[in-house]
């Protein structure tokens, strides 16, 4: 299975990228969400995280492989986590990528079935199920700054962070200001009380 694909960006159009790589062009399938990021990179090389899956109808022996290309790991996660709810699946995921990834996981903590309904081909019934299966997931994708993701240990401990203040009755907007305020501190945080520690020291400033 091809996870990753590196190679020169030699063309884009509002549904794919193509990649020259050692001899030949890829046709790799971009939601607009990444197409937006690509659009500055033409004829320049690129890396991109990457889905491989079978499109048509096997029934019918029509079967094309295709490649669906992300700029990080943390979009393709999101983008799997999205196709997992009925009656989404791959296509409808591809059209409905169209915003930042933390505006959408926002909308899904916060149960904002109208905003997530404004989104292309998913309608209210699709926004409600989204909802229900993915709502406590959202938390790591929520606190994505753009297209830059912290990894590892810290970004384990701000999504615990996230979590505490909304068990404990912040709204999902709330605590994602709060956390943001503390992450622009600059300050590490080896765990979580560290963190809600710095949130409550600025709330009594």
């Known amino acids: 299975m091809i996870t990753r694909i590196t190679g020169k960006l030699v063309g884009l159009t509002d549904v794919c990228a193509f990649l020259f790589v050692q001899g030949f062009e890829y046709e790799v399938l971009v939601p607009d969400l990444v197409r937006r990021q690509l659009q500055s990179s033409i ?17 019918q022996g029509r079967l094309t492989p295709r490649i669906i290309g992300f700029a990080s790991d ?42 997530l309904s404004t989104l292309p081909g998913v309608g209210p019934a699709v926004a409600e199920r989204i909802v229900a299966k993915l709502r406590r997931k ?44 503390v992450k622009q501190t600059g300050k590490k945080f080896k765990t979580v009380e560290d963190v809600l520690s710095e949130i409550y020291q600025k709330q009594r400033g």
């Open 43 to 59: 004829g320049e090389e690129i890396s991109l995280r990457t889905i491989e899956y079978l499109e048509g109808n096997p029934q």
């Open 74 to 115: 943390a979009e393709k996660e999101f983008f799997e986590l999205v196709c997992s709810v009925d009656g989404v699946g791959v296509k409808k995921a591809l059209r409905a990528m169209v915003r930042p990834v933390n505006e959408v996981a926002t909308a899904i903590e916060e149960s904002d079935i109208k905003q």
């Open 138 to 181: 959202m938390a790591k994708f929520a606190l994505m700054i753009a297209a830059d993701v912290p990894d590892g240990a810290a970004s384990d401990v701000i999504s615990e962070a996230y979590e505490a203040l909304l068990s404990v009755g912040h709204s999902s907007q709330d605590a994602l200001s709060r956390i943001d305020a």
